[in-house]
């Protein structure tokens, strides 16, 4: 059977046996069917879509001024997919990206929830992210998990206003109804970084000895640490076309949480760098430089702090916009949960 086949409509059935249907929670398959198995291709709703970071930031900071932290609980700006409708709050099916102020001496108070999240940090010093009891320093490029079940929350002992991008697996929990969250007290800081334990990759404590046998044993991710890297991978004679590192838990070797995947590029000064086009949906945010993104006919520049989102399906191409300083970029996918799910595709 062809796909130019048309299929029977709903319009085409006679009234009183469609409502006879209705009438017992039936619904005929076939006027739906090319609809919920399109043909040779996903039809993604997700739209690129790119978020500048000077449009956000006087909003942001405007909602410091209407809005008391109590009133919030989290201060938070949601960079909504108008493929999907602004009032669902999504970036693509599976991930939420929302941008979080938090102002001198406020606390977003202790809770946990059944998403994953993680925040990279976007401006200010002085902010700190408790989770289970470690006290993660917020700075610039910093990334902090806050993976599902672990307590956290974010204070302030800075004097200006921080911001972070938060970037959770919301729409997905949401979409399976095990999306809740508890309130709690106040966390006790425990002693130890798991950044200071894991500093270099491939070099981790002996299990034996280590203080706690911990699912995720390294909550953050510093900035330095990431940065110096990728310059190393982009020194190394190999030349690798990529330069691209995937934030990984160092006892696993798997990604960091269970359902977005986390990574850094670096674009090298004046490269032009192709993605495949695969499944998954993704997620750029410049950490420092300038690039251009193309994804099929539409053009984002991109400039420090900014965010875009692109649907799967689709070859991305970057352009750093500077022929002298590299340009580094953070980026989430749908990766994991895609290969988790079987669906993972890479089309080249
Ligand atoms: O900081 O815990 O953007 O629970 C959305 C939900 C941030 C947070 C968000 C959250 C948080």
Known sequence: MKDDVELGRLEDLPKDYVEDLTHVNLVPLWPSLRGVLPPT???????????????????????GEVTPIEKAERRVLVLANPGHGLQKMQASSAIYLGMQLLLPGELAPPHRHTPNAVRMVVEGEGAYTTVQGEK???????????????????????????????????????????????????QKVAPGHGEQQYRAAGVVPTPMFARADKAYPMLRFPWVDVKASLISLANDPSNVEAVQVTYTNPLTGQDVENILGFYALMLRPGQKLRLPARSPACVFHVIEGAMKLEFEDKTFPLTEADTCCVPGYGEVFLSNQSAKEPTFIFMTDESPLHRKLGVYENWG
């Open 41 to 63: 291709r996903p039809r993604p709703l997700t739209q690129a879509t790119a978020w500048n970071y000077k449009d956000i930031r006087p909003l942001l900071m405007k909602a």
């Open 136 to 186: 993660c320093l917020m700075a610039r490029g910093d990334l902090i998990l806050t993976p599902t079940g672990l307590w956290h929350e974010h204070g302030h002992d800075g004097d200006k206003p921080v911001v972070w991008l938060d970037v959770l697996d919301l729409p997905l929990v949401y979409y399976t109804e095990t999306s809740y969250h508890i309130n709690g007290d106040e």
